[in-house]
């Protein structure tokens, strides 16, 4: 069974940082791209970033880029996002997905990061 747990959410102020984990369990994790994907009150899903098996093709949103890294380590079965400069708008229920957009078929049950003053 497919188990993709996440960690690491909670309040930070305005320009603060966190890091998320996503320990994955079930699946080869080293086979498969990874993604993190964002969920705001009353919006629709916004994939966040996504990092291939080796970590060297990796993709962020645009309102993300310059303040998000995407990471893995697939000796310890685990995903990683640490965020920097966040901003209230960052706000949101936070998950881990295997596969990219398009083509994933696994979600966590999510973190949620609040951004507040």
């Known amino acids: 069974e497919v188990q993709l747990v996440e960690s690491g959410g909670g309040l930070v102020q305005p320009g603060g940082s966190l890091r998320l984990s996503c320990a994955a369990s079930?699946?080869?994790?080293?086979?498969?791209?990874m993604s993190w994907v964002r969920q705001a009150p009353g919006k629709g899903p916004e994939w966040v970033s996504a990092?291939?098996?080796?970590?060297?093709?990796?993709d962020y949103a645009d309102s993300v880029k310059g303040r998000f890294t995407i990471s893995r380590d697939n000796a310890k079965n685990t995903l990683y996002l640490q965020m920097n400069s966040l901003k209230p708008e960052d706000t949101a229920l936070y998950y881990c997905?295997?596969?990219?957009?398009?083509?994933?078929?696994?979600w966590g049950q999510g973190t949620q990061v609040t951004v507040s003053s």
């Open positions: 079930g699946f080869i994790f080293s086979s498969y791209d």
């Open positions: 997905a295997r596969g990219r957009e398009g083509d994933s078929d696994s």
């Open positions: 990092i291939n098996t080796g970590g060297g093709n990796i």
